[in-house]
Structure formats: structure tokens, C-alpha cells
């Protein structure tokens, strides 16, 4: 069955320390891949996405991601995480061939240390 | 600003009772899709329209329905509400059926 995993539910890192968020997919072919941030008692904002092209995307408030194939994976970084950066973050992919889907991962909560 | 609104912001309800959950997409989107958030389930979704049609659906209960109207608003309705139902219920929008979400500020149900 097609499926969204993020592995961390709770991260904690240091202001101005670099972060990595981890996100893997099942699924036969390639999906559309999105990251989307949530701060506390907002609705989700769209970070970056892949559709296809380079494999390294940029986004908005410094983060990238990076899809690579053989791992079914679509990471997101920073290089140096800010207080504001403290949410949580969702990586969703869309799967474009059958039967429609919009999946959700279930979330990795980030804690950002002063 | 996504540019998605909802309708209302909180609402406090009984056991029972039926409520209406009211979104309108950014100007636009074809696509509307319902979400329930809790802290126990984290986020669900619920159901998909597009153009007015049912393209999807998720983990959506039979007590709850939707709809998506010809000027693209949908609305949520639920009813004989549980203690379980309260959540946070977000709408997003998007241009089609592949692209990115649109998220709007959410609706707060509590049912007491």
C-alpha cells in the first residue's frame, strides 16, 4: 500500500545548528513530493515541492530538499535552523497515476533550542 | 494570507447535535479537500471535491458529509457529533488534482 513515513516525530536542535528532516514514500513510481510547515494554531504553508528536473529544490525561509529515487526519499534541510523555525513540519506526496491520492505524512514536530 | 477562508473559527456544540462547516477556496481552485486534526490522530483526510465531483476519500466517517457548490464553496456537515469529534477541521485548495494545497486557518469544533 502506498505510504508517507516520517521516521522522527520529535527533533531537537540548537538555534543556528543545521537540521534535516526525514520523509520516505512507498510507491511504484515517482509521486509529486511537498513539504509543509505548521506553526501552533495555523493551517499547513507549502515549504517546496518536486514535480520532476533537478532533484535538489529550493524553498521558501531557507529550506531545500533533496528527492533521490533509489532511496524513496525527499529530506528537507537547513542550514541553520532559527528560533522561528520551532513547528511542525508534514511531508505529503500525490500520486498522479490509477487511483488519485493526497497522502500526508504524520509529522515531525521540531524544538529549537536558544 | 493563503487566501482559503473558513467558517466559523470556533464553534462549541452538544453531543448529538449536526454542524455545518463552511470553506471557500482561493479564487481559481478547482480542488477542495477536508482535513480533520486532533492529537490523537493527527492529520486525517477526509474527502476530496473537484469541480464540483467527488475525486476522493479518505477516512471520513458516515455521520459526516460534503459538498462542493457550482461557485466552488464546499461545506462540511456534521452530525450526531461524539465527544471524539472534537478537532481542528482545516479546508485547503488547490489549482487541480496534482498540485500544491492552499491550507485556510482551520475551524475549532469542541463537543461538550
Known amino acids: 500500500a502506498q505510504s508517507v513515513t516520517q521516521p522522527d516525530i520529535h527533533i531537537t536542535v540548537s538555534e543556528g545548528a543545521s537540521l534535516e528532516l526525514r520523509c520516505n514514500y512507498s510507491?511504484?513510481?515517482?509521486?509529486?513530493l511537498f513539504w509543509y510547515v505548521q506553526s501552533p494554531g495555523q493551517g499547513l504553508q507549502l515549504l517546496l515541492k518536486?514535480?520532476?528536473?533537478?532533484?535538489l529544490v529550493q524553498g521558501i525561509k531557507g529550506f531545500e530538499a533533496e528527492f533521490k529515487r533509489s532511496q524513496s526519499s525527499f529530506n528537507l534541510r537547513k542550514p541553520s535552523v532559527h528560533w522561528s523555525d520551532a513547528a511542525e513540519y508534514f511531508c505529503?506526496?500525490?500520486?498522479?497515476?490509477?487511483?488519485?491520492?493526497?497522502?500526508f505524512g504524520t509529522g515531525t514536530r521540531l524544538k529549537v533550542l536558544a | 494570507d493563503s487566501g482559503v477562508t473558513q467558517t466559523p473559527k470556533h464553534l462549541i456544540t452538544a453531543t448529538g447535535q449536526r454542524v455545518t462547516l463552511r470553506c471557500s477556496p482561493r479564487?481559481?481552485?478547482?480542488?477542495v479537500y477536508w482535513y480533520q486534526q486532533s492529537l490523537d490522530q493527527g492529520l486525517q483526510f477526509l474527502i476530496q471535491?473537484?469541480?464540483?465531483?467527488?475525486?476522493a476519500k479518505g477516512n471520513i466517517l458516515e455521520r459526516f458529509s460534503a459538498q462542493q457548490f457550482p461557485d466552488l464553496h464546499s461545506e462540511l456537515n456534521l452530525s450526531s457529533l461524539e465527544l471524539g469529534d472534537s478537532a481542528l477541521y482545516f479546508c485547503?485548495?488547490?489549482?487541480?488534482?496534482?498540485?500544491?494545497?492552499?491550507f485556510g486557518p482551520g475551524t475549532r469544533l469542541t463537543v461538550t
Open positions: 510507491y511504484g513510481a515517482t509521486p509529486y
Open positions: 485547503a485548495s488547490s489549482v487541480d488534482l496534482w498540485n500544491e494545497q492552499y
Open positions: 505529503a506526496v500525490a500520486l498522479t497515476s490509477g487511483t488519485y491520492k493526497y497522502i
Open positions: 471535491y473537484y469541480n464540483g465531483e467527488e475525486r
Open positions: 518536486y514535480f520532476s528536473g533537478d532533484t
Open positions: 479564487s481559481g481552485d478547482l480542488s
